[in-house]
């Protein structure tokens, strides 16, 4: 049983849940974007794609710890947590456009995230290191990648992940109980809260910034860059 503040906590990750289902693309129209360049239409099928898988992952999570099925949570969470660090990323890289000399790189970024593959690379295209995504989004936000390195000890096969997950010891008796762990405010919680505030953030951020970036991008064509 969770406790109060884990309740009150799961609560606000169910309102923050809402409003970003709320705002899921349903299809997007490259030509609607611009006519001039595919940049635009690049963009919106990585961000939509970005936000359903958060939405789609945030789903389950919620339902594990309502259920306190603590480890499946936090692998969500983590999960999320890797998210949002690029679509941080993105919402970056976009900010910090000046001119059309940059929109190659642009271009090249979002070839990476959209096709980018460690096994069979496509051609010249790179699979995003998520360690560059989660030191961008720790220099905005301090502490994300403390949370995310204690995730990462449930989720790899260490002594959180095994011993401390799925047993007791009850060192009067020396014995060992197996069977899930269940604490009444479980780790991840916290971090998923603030992985989607911060998804929300980036979302309402991106809005802002799409007409700068579809001008700079057709300006780039315009002038053969």
């Known amino acids: 049983m969770l406790n109060r503040e884990a309740k009150a906590i799961l609560k606000n990750i169910k309102t923050e849940y809402s409003v970003l289902k709320r705002k899921l693309p349903r299809s997007v129209n490259g030509i609607t974007l611009s006519e001039k360049s595919k940049l635009p239409f690049k963009l919106k099928i990585l961000e939509g794609t970005l936000l359903h898988r958060i939405c789609s992952l945030t789903k389950e999570a919620i339902v594990f710890y309502r259920k306190n099925k603590i480890l499946q949570g936090i692998i969500l969470s983590r999960s999320i947590h890797e998210t949002v660090a690029v679509f941080f990323m993105l919402s970056k890289k976009i900010e910090n456009l000046k001119n059309e000399k940059d929109i190659k790189q642009i271009d090249n970024y979002l070839m990476n995230c959209l096709f ?21 989004l720790e220099k905005a936000i301090p502490g994300s990648q403390k949370s995310y390195d204690i995730m990462s000890e449930y989720v790899h096969l260490n002594g959180a992940g095994t011993y401390a997950s799925f047993g007791k010891m009850i060192e009067e008796k020396a014995a060992f109980y197996f069977g899930p762990r269940k604490d009444k405010q479980p780790i991840g919680l916290g971090a998923l809260y603030a992985s989607l505030m911060t998804a929300n953030m980036v979302l309402n951020k991106l809005n802002d910034t799409f007409p700068k970036f579809v001008e700079l991008s057709e300006n780039s064509v315009s002038n053969g860059i």
Request: charged residues 30%; contains cysteine; aromatic residues 4%.
């Open 116 to 136: 980018g593959c460690r096994i069979e690379p496509l051609g010249d295209t790179k699979f995003i290191h998520i360690n560059d995504a989660l030191r961008i």
